[in-house]
């Protein structure tokens, strides 16, 4: 009896160890010290998903900069892009158009690596906002913080955002979908300074919740 209890413990720990293997890493590079990103994607570990969520260590703020540290850091933990492990850059554009040469740089590295490119225009808080409001006019960084404070005014840097916003994840991802097309309609270059506004952000989400 006791070895037929033994055996079935080692056989279910080594399916739980098999479980932790089939875990694919998701590896995600953000700009200098940013936590605003950090704190809400912190929402989708509950120890319950299908992948873990690691962080490439750096302060970089340039995007070229930013995926080459992601490649070398991709190379030391081995993740299989080609299978199921994931990776991303994710930035801002800001609204300076001499961002853009080292922005396309950036992204045609990363198509050469498997790389997965997330851009705001101008920053990340035009998809917090997109769960409020929709709006196609061109906003400077302080403005789309402004505008998101009049739908959420305690919002600061590194709040965590999500349990508030999380009702209206589908109608965030709706609009930014719309205000993509509309920028892609008017020429405009996503992940460029000129079609702002506009955000990628919907697409790691969507991802995340697929994933699962």
């Known amino acids: 009896m006791g070895r037929r209890i033994e055996q079935n413990r080692r056989i279910s720990s080594d399916r739980v160890r098999k479980i932790r293997k089939q875990k694919s890493k998701i590896l995600i590079a953000l700009e200098g010290k940013n936590k605003t990103e950090k704190t809400y994607f912190s929402n989708f570990e509950d120890g319950t998903k299908s992948y873990n969520i690691s962080y490439a260590k750096g302060n970089n703020t340039d995007p070229l900069n930013l995926v080459q540290m992601l490649i070398?850091?991709?190379?030391?933990?081995?993740?299989?892009?080609?299978?199921?492990?994931?990776?991303?850059?994710?930035?801002?554009?800001?609204?300076?158009?001499?961002?853009?040469?080292?922005?396309?740089?950036?992204?045609?590295?990363?198509?050469?690596?498997?790389?997965?490119?997330?851009?705001?225009?101008?920053?990340?808080?035009?998809?917090?906002?997109?769960?409020?409001?929709?709006?196609?006019?061109?906003?400077?960084?302080?403005?789309?913080?402004?505008?998101?404070?009049?739908?959420y005014p305690k919002y600061e840097k590194n709040v965590n955002i999500y349990p508030d916003i999380i009702k209206n994840l589908d109608k965030a991802i709706e609009r930014a979908k719309k205000l993509e097309k509309y920028q892609l309609d008017n020429n405009r270059r996503i992940g460029t300074v000129e079609a702002n506004p506009n955000t990628e952000f919907y697409k790691i989400v969507e991802y995340l919740i697929k994933k699962g």
């Open 72 to 151: 070398k850091q991709i190379e030391n933990m081995g993740l299989d892009l080609q299978d199921d492990d994931m990776a991303y850059c994710i930035f801002d554009t800001d609204t300076n158009p001499d961002k853009n040469k080292i922005i396309n740089e950036a992204i045609q590295l990363a198509k050469k690596n498997n790389i997965k490119i997330i851009t705001s225009s101008p920053c990340v808080e035009l998809w917090f906002l997109l769960h409020y409001d929709y709006t196609t006019s061109n906003m400077s960084n302080e403005e789309v913080i402004k505008r998101l404070k009049k739908f």
